[in-house]
């Protein structure tokens, strides 16, 4: 299971684009990417998920260079409702693209949104 | 659809004391998780289960047992309940497709203090 590395924490200011960069070295050949956010109190809600080069949706961009060794999601002009906990989290599989289905999070890195 | 739901929201239990978290999801979802989360800590993997009648252990399983009896159901359970098992406890489901497809849903969470 790939291990990923995240900053523990970031500090944003309203109308600021913020980038979150994820280092995930061991990732397997037929693993997706996904980021997940979580407001206290809450459970965790799925946010992008990519598997290579860029993917938007209407809440962010995920950005995934050519070795896939990092991801870094980005989220366009933050809100202080944006501030939160972000999981990077990278698949399961086995060289067949078989999931092994265990989903494991690590610390994640708190973004605080200022005025 | 309801999605993920956890039963109870709250819960005090004394030391000592025994009792069953129950998660039902609606997804009809292979893969069912039961993670345990401590103040300003990430999520950490007690146990889960790929399927109807299977389980696994997670990173922490020490004092929890878990049952998957039917699809839609994934229990946890504290035989002996200690204050070391304080902690949030969220479940979620996915229906991991090829390449570790990991968009997970959570449930609610459940608070349980032990004293």
């Known amino acids: 299971l790939a291990k990923t590395t995240q900053p523990i924490s970031m500090d944003s200011y309203e109308g600021q684009e913020v980038n979150i960069t994820c280092s995930h070295n061991n990732i397997a050949t037929n693993d997706y990417i996904t980021w997940y956010q979580q407001f206290p109190s809450q459970g965790p809600r799925f946010i992008i998920q990519g598997y290579k080069t860029k993917v938007t949706n209407e809440v962010a961009s995920l950005f995934i260079p050519a070795d896939r060794k990092s991801s870094t999601l980005s989220l366009p002009r933050v809100s202080l409702s944006d501030t939160a906990v972000y999981y990077c989290?990278?698949?399961?599989?086995?060289?067949?693209?078989?999931?092994?289905?265990?989903?494991?999070f690590g610390q994640g890195t708190i973004l605080t949104v200022h005025p | 659809n309801a999605g993920v739901t956890q039963t109870p929201k709250f819960r005090v239990l004394k030391t000592g004391q025994s009792m069953t978290l129950l998660c039902a999801q609606d997804m009809n979802h292979e893969y069912m998780y039961w993670y345990r989360q401590d103040p300003g800590m990430g999520l950490r993997l007690i146990h889960y289960?790929?399927?109807?009648?299977?389980?696994a252990k997670g990173e922490v399983p020490d004092g929890y047992n878990v049952s998957r009896l039917k699809k839609q159901n994934f229990l946890l359970g504290l035989e002996s309940a200690a204050p070391s098992q304080t902690s949030v406890y969220f479940c979620?489901?996915?229906?991991?497709?090829?390449?570790?497809?990991?968009?997970?849903?959570f449930g609610q969470g459940t608070r349980l203090t032990v004293v």
């Open positions: 979620a489901s996915t229906q991991m497709g090829a390449r570790g497809n990991t968009e997970a849903f």
């Open positions: 989290l990278v698949g399961d599989t086995n060289a067949g693209g078989t999931s092994y289905g265990k989903l494991t």
């Open positions: 289960s790929v399927g109807e009648g299977t389980t």
